[in-house]
């Protein structure tokens, strides 16, 4: 069984400052020259992206029900073999959610560390971090970490405030120097923050002042993999779509077309460049072209270039803004319609509020395709669903899968590892 230091930062709530505090140790441990694996709970694209550029190296997700026990049993057995160090930034409240950040934790016994927002609290700062250190005496815990702090007396104030028995593991101040930016249900992406390695750099010498600068005590995790899926995707090759527009990709999604055969290559919209004449299937990922919908209305050497693809009646798969691009029009926040490709039927709206957020399970004829659904956009469409995905706990009605020709599109973000024959089908043009 492997061991290796881990430790599972989570917090009191959202907006805590979980991915500053998880970025700046990775940065911390990997400027000390060792190998860092960071993972994130839950389905999520955007603190991936920075939690990369601070370890330098992909980030995966963990979580129960999406990616499933044996799978991510394997994930951090893998890490803990290669790794020095393993972080994992947990998602909402430490206890929010079915399955939690606690549930992950506890399951593979990843002591916690509790990042809790100080500012406008003082002695009830004490109050919040007994209860998150004994509200389940399952969760193991590391610590409590002061955020946002304003002021030396101010971090004395917390400090006396911990109860006995709870480690304090110091504070990081509210300077807006490495706090990262915030946009929709997270950061922004890491391409788009100036100076962000001089921000993680600030934030890793502020974390270096805390006692979080030594490692913590090894983790012995269960030496396990799982078994290779059939190459079911034997000699196809699949562009991908990526760019500042389209970057909602799992790096676990990927490894599966490998994993079953696919040849990988991509291009960029953004940068007009075409899909490969080659290419048997596309995959247009999730991002943001509502941001760039100008600018992909205009690329027509792009456009041409999908429209052949299509007229050739190859693949294509997209999810939520890779089936928005498909759509006659995109009207963005401020009003403007944009024409896009007009290969699906609809137009789509982009509001200000939330559309819908939750767990994604899809029955299909391979068994249950799990992932996650969030966005700002409204459908307008005559399409009819093939398949409707389900909540994942609630088994309310989810999101809709559209197929049209060859393309299968939806606002799904599908983790194709928890069913690679489903993934394959996808890619193949077949039934569901």
Known sequence: MPDCPALFIGASASHQGKTTVTAA????????????????????????????????????????????????????????????????????????????????????????????????????????????????ADVPFHGVLANRVASPRHADMLAQAIPEGIRYCGHLSNADDMTLPERHLGITQAQEIAGLDARLDR?????????????????????????APPRLLNGLHIAIAR?????????????????????????????????????????????????HAATLASNARTRASIAMHVANERVVVAECGGMLYLLDSLIDVEGVRHGMLGMLPGNASMQRRLARLAMQRLDSSHGPLMGHTFHYSTLETTMQPMLIARHATTHTEGEALYRQGKITATYMHAYWPSNPAAAAALFRGEPL
């Open 25 to 136: 140790l990775a940065r911390h441990h990997t400027r000390q020259g060792r190998r860092v694996r960071v993972f994130k709970t839950g389905p999520d694209f955007l603190d991936p992206m920075i939690l990369e550029r601070a370890c330098g190296s992909p980030v995966y997700s963990l979580h129960l029900s999406m990616v499933g026990l044996d799978a991510c049993r394997a994930l951090l057995a893998k890490a803990a073999r290669d790794a020095d160090r393993i972080l994992i930034e947990g998602v909402m409240g430490l206890f929010d959610g079915t399955p939690s950040s606690a549930d992950l934790a506890a399951a593979f016994n990843v002591p916690v560390l509790a990042v809790i927002g100080a500012h406008g609290m003082a002695q009830t700062f004490g109050a919040v971090a007994f209860g998150l250190a004994r509200y389940r």
């Open 203 to 227: 934030a890793a010498d502020a974390i270096a002042q805390t006692a979080l600068a030594e490692l913590p005590p090894p983790v012995r995790f269960e030496d396990a993999t799982l078994e």
């Open 243 to 291: 760019d500042a527009a389209f970057s909602f990709i799992y790096p676990a999604n990927v490894d599966l077309l490998r994993t079953l055969g696919a040849r990988i290559s991509t291009f960029s919209p953004l940068a007009d460049e075409p899909v490969p004449a080659d290419a048997d299937a596309l995959y247009l990922p999730g991002g943001y072209p509502e941001l």
